[in-house]
């Protein structure tokens, strides 16, 4: 599945590039986690999903490798909310956001009414998940993580977040599919003022403002995700409606796409079965 090179902007800055394009009316954008990571993170979930339409890398002014905008002021001034602009960019849009990219959109919601539809890929309705996080950290711990988030604390920049975010993979993937994720994240663009930016002024406070009323949804995770528990969604009965579609993973972790990628492709298939009923 092709795609032309084609790039969009918006007035502040929010970069969208086409990754993808198929029949179909559906203009699909693409919001990684992290943040940070930018969304070459999400190439793979492009690929495995394989849905009418048209896919869109997004990345937010200051995410990734979307720095140094003329004339936009402070980047992360307006995150998350200047995913609306992205929102208003393109017709029929399904936006899917991976991890804190799920975060950031229910989040905003002024997209409630900009929305055809929207998936959750291994998010969270509240912060909850830290504190879940850091149990399953202690209890597990890696020394080379360790070594490396002293670097870190030491010298935040971009070069020891690098090297801080490969050492972690263990506790993002599987073991039969670690030596693929950990090649994925070291890839990445690694961006330690998007990061920093979200530990002081969004992780710990984080609170879904808003809930699909009628926007077909999915909300979809790997059964083994340790790093964003799943288990949160259950006490929010404003994500039961017959509008959200829950979907279970299994074999997958917090990249489901890259451990099982048949079962990611069928939920999709089944959200885009939604949005056409």
């Keep these: 599945m092709g795609a032309q090179q084609q790039e969009r902007w918006t007035r502040s800055g929010v970069r969208l590039r086409l990754a993808a394009a198929a029949a179909g009316r559906w203009n699909r954008l693409f919001v990684p986690g992290g943040p940070g990571l930018g969304s070459p993170s999400l190439r793979g979930l492009v690929e495995a999903v394989r849905v009418p339409g048209s896919a869109w890398l997004v990345d937010l002014p200051g995410d990734g490798s979307n720095r140094g905008l003329p004339d936009t002021g402070d980047p992360y001034a307006q995150w998350p909310d200047v995913l609306l602009e992205a929102a208003q960019a393109l017709d029929d849009v399904v936006m899917v956001g991976h991890s804190t990219g799920g975060m950031f959109m229910l989040s905003v919601p002024e997209l409630e009414a900009h929305l055809a539809g929207m998936a959750l890929v ?13 149990r399953y950290a202690q209890d597990h711990p890696i020394p080379a993580v360790d070594t490396a988030a002293e670097r870190y604390a030491e010298h935040p920049d971009d070069r020891t977040l690098r090297a801080l975010t490969p050492a972690a993979a263990p506790w993002n993937f599987s073991d039969p ?26 992780h710990d406070t984080y609170q879904a403002r808003w809930s ?3 926007v077909p949804t999915l909300i979809v995770s790997g059964a083994q995700d340790h790093v964003v528990t799943q288990h949160l969604w259950r006490d929010e009965p404003a994500f039961a ?13 917090h990249h489901p796409w890259l451990e099982n990628p048949e079962a990611v492709r069928a939920a999709f298939t089944d959200l885009t079965d939604h949005l056409t009923n």
């Design 177 to 202: 599919a670690l030596a693929r994720g950990r090649s994925l994240l070291a890839g990445l663009d690694h961006n330690h003022d998007a990061e920093a930016w979200a530990d002081a002024r969004f």
């Design 212 to 214: 699909p009323q009628t």
């Design 241 to 253: 409606r017959p509008n959200i579609l829950h979907r279970r993973i299994e074999g997958a972790a």
């Design 122 to 134: 291994s998010s969270a309705p509240n912060a909850g998940w830290r504190t879940a996080f850091a």
